[in-house]
């Protein structure tokens, strides 16, 4: 058997989809895409591109402290925008939240569910114990 370990978002009240929100496996988190959303219905809470990727950021910071690490463990992000139109907030709010050595980074156009702008997963590395 694969010793893998759930992380889940410690505020999440909803069921939607049939995964993780985080998998740590073999001292590797991997983070599935998170969006601007209300944690306790699911309902994307659609605002300005710079809102909601700070909102995105602040669910994707949360599973990284559940998991014990933080932002700065972060290796590599992959973000989604409902359209390129919104790249320059985006950007600009991403590069608030990771400073220094930011993360490897792909950014693309896609549709994305529930009326939000944003979507991001990442993958981080854990300290070695």
Same mark, same amino acid.
């Given at each position: ?6 992380? @889940? ?8 989809g049939? &995964?993780? #929100? ?5 001292g ?7 969006g601007?959303?209300?944690?306790? =219905? ?10 909601? =990727?700070?909102? =995105?950021? @602040? ?5 990284? @402290?559940?998991? $014990?690490? /933080? ?12 359209d ?8 600009? =709010?991403?590069?608030? &939240?990771?400073? $220094? ?12 569910? @529930? ?5 991001? /997963? #990442? ?7």
């Amino acid at each position: 058997m694969i010793d893998k370990k759930e992380i @889940k978002h410690p505020e999440k009240k909803f069921t939607y989809g049939l &995964f993780s #929100a985080g998998v740590e496996i073999d001292g590797w988190l991997y983070v599935s895409g998170q969006g601007p959303l209300d944690m306790k =219905t699911g309902v994307g809470l659609v605002s300005t591109i710079e809102e909601e =990727t700070a909102l =995105t950021l @602040k669910n994707l910071e949360l599973i990284l @402290k559940n998991a $014990g690490i /933080d932002r700065h463990h972060v290796v590599r992000c992959t973000c989604y925008l409902s359209d390129m139109k919104y790249f320059e907030g985006f950007n600009n =709010t991403y590069g608030e &939240f990771f400073t $220094g050595i930011r993360p490897a980074r792909t950014t693309v156009q896609a549709g994305l569910m @529930k009326g939000i702008k944003v979507e991001i /997963d #990442a993958i981080a590395r854990m300290p070695k114990s």
